[in-house]
């Protein structure tokens, strides 16, 4: 007697069309995902964030010292942010203050806080009364943000009593 021998089709894929397949998938997913996914958004944003809480902490600690001094019921006052120091304005540890908080420009921000001037842009707008507080915007210079968009402001506090105002202008992130 004759014996019949069956073969059975192969139905498994080898080893190279899965890698094939795995591969086709994540470079169609890398490039559609960017499509509905704004991460470099969310990363702007949390920079921004970021930025929010470290001007909000320096502006506590620089009114703490206002504080000791006795200088923050004052207008406008040089506070030294390290014990110590003769107050004197080219200091990088004296600050000008406004009510005890540091002043809304530039040069008074990088000194409360170690940003790198490398990788932020600003723009001061001075006041133009005792009553009415300086003002600066930062944005990353990576950012998509400008003066009009996706940036943090900085007012200086408006009286005795109030607090600087530190807002993130979130509309173009």
Known sequence: MRQIK???????????ELI????????????A?????PLTADAHL????????????AAGFTYNKAVLAGKETQPSALVAIKSGRVLD??????????????QGVWSEII????????????SNQQSGTINQPASVYLWT????????????SYQGALDSGFRPQIIINETGC
């Open 6 to 16: 069956y073969r059975h089709a192969q139905s498994a894929f080898s080893l190279l």
């Open 20 to 31: 094939l397949v795995v591969t086709v998938i994540g470079i169609l997913s890398a490039v």
């Open 33 to 37: 995902l960017q499509k509905f996914i």
């Open 46 to 57: 949390s920079v921004l964030q970021g930025m929010q809480s470290s001007l909000e902490d």
């Open 89 to 102: 304005a080219n200091d990088p540890f004296v600050v000008f203050t406004r009510y005890g908080y540091p």
């Open 111 to 122: 000194k409360i806080i170690e940003l790198d001037e490398i990788d932020w842009l600003y």
């Open 141 to 152: 210079k990576q950012g998509p943000g400008s003066i009009s968009r996706c940036n943090i």
